[in-house]
């Protein structure tokens, strides 16, 4: 399927996008909320570097700051100070046009709540991304939701709405729209957090296949039993990196 190349966001600084580079790497990061009761500083220096093709999970109890970092990754949120460059793009310099623009085409981002679109069918919500971000023309996008429907084993389910569907469903539909355009980074926060034993394996095993193929997955999860089959897992504590697991294959 043809892709259009992807362009570096206008006003982005960009390093050479090494592949024997780390694809995502962070440095002195701090997230401050300024809230009624005075400053909070809910990501707290934090350094890290996610290789390509790493499964990385994150871990860590409720108001640690998990959410918050991905939203920092994934460009949802600012961060306050320090840097965050995605495979040689510096995403703390990009405004608000740009970072959108980014987003939708490097990265895939998957929430515990699936975000569908209700109005639209789920052929529609695959489509979304490619069609904001211009990459498929001509008719190609529509074909390359069905190809990644199939993929997902929701082919049958395309002319559906959101609300007709099972949540495992939707999962797996949001799992087809986040590699809409194809990203290198996959960040999923507590994408199995709505499902049920047996379906939370499943999209599990996708993740995995996912990141066999290349891609590279950073999931938050409150699912220790899955900690053994990332590469690496952080815990997440108070806004800090307090532990790192590796190499526990
Ligand atoms: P986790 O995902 O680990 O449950 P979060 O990243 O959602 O934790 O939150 C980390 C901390 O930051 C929590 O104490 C939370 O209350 C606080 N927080 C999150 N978002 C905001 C916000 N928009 N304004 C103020 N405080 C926030």
């Not at 939203?71 to 040689?88: F, K, P, Q, R, Y």
């Not at 007709?164 to 994408?191: F, M």
């Amino acid at each position: 399927m043809p892709l259009r190349q992807k362009a570096a966001p206008a006003g982005a600084v960009v390093h050479d996008a090494d592949i024997r580079k780390p694809l995502v790497e962070i440095q002195d990061l701090f997230k401050v909320y300024s809230t009624a009761a005075g400053d909070f500083t809910a990501l707290n220096d934090i350094n890290l570097q996610v290789g390509r093709g790493e499964f990385l999970g994150i871990v860590g109890k409720s108001g640690a700051g998990k959410s918050t970092l991905v939203n920092m990754i994934t460009g949802v949120d600012h961060l306050t100070s320090g840097e965050i460059w995605v495979d040689g793009v510096g995403i703390h310099d990009l405004n608000e046009d740009e970072m959108a623009l980014w987003r939708g085409q490097n990265v895939g981002v998957i929430y515990q709540s699936f975000e569908l679109m209700p109005t639209l069918t789920i052929l529609d919500n695959v489509m979304l991304p490619m069609d904001f971000c211009g990459l498929y023309v001509n008719g190609q996008s529509q074909e390359r939701a069905m190809e990644l429907l199939r993929m997902v084993e929701m082919d049958d389910q395309y002319h559906k709405v959101p609300s007709t569907i099972s949540g495992g469903q939707k999962q797996r539909a949001a799992i087809a729209r986040a590699l809409a355009n194809d990203p290198a980074l996959i960040v999923a926060d507590e994408p199995t957090g709505n499902l049920d034993t047996a379906t939370s394996e499943i999209v599990f095993e996708m993740f995995e296949k996912l990141v066999q193929q290349g891609k590279t997955i950073i999931m938050v999860t409150h699912d220790s039993s899955l900690a053994k089959r990332f590469d690496r897992v952080l815990r997440i504590a108070d806004g800090e990196i307090s532990a790192v697991l590796e190499d526990r294959v």
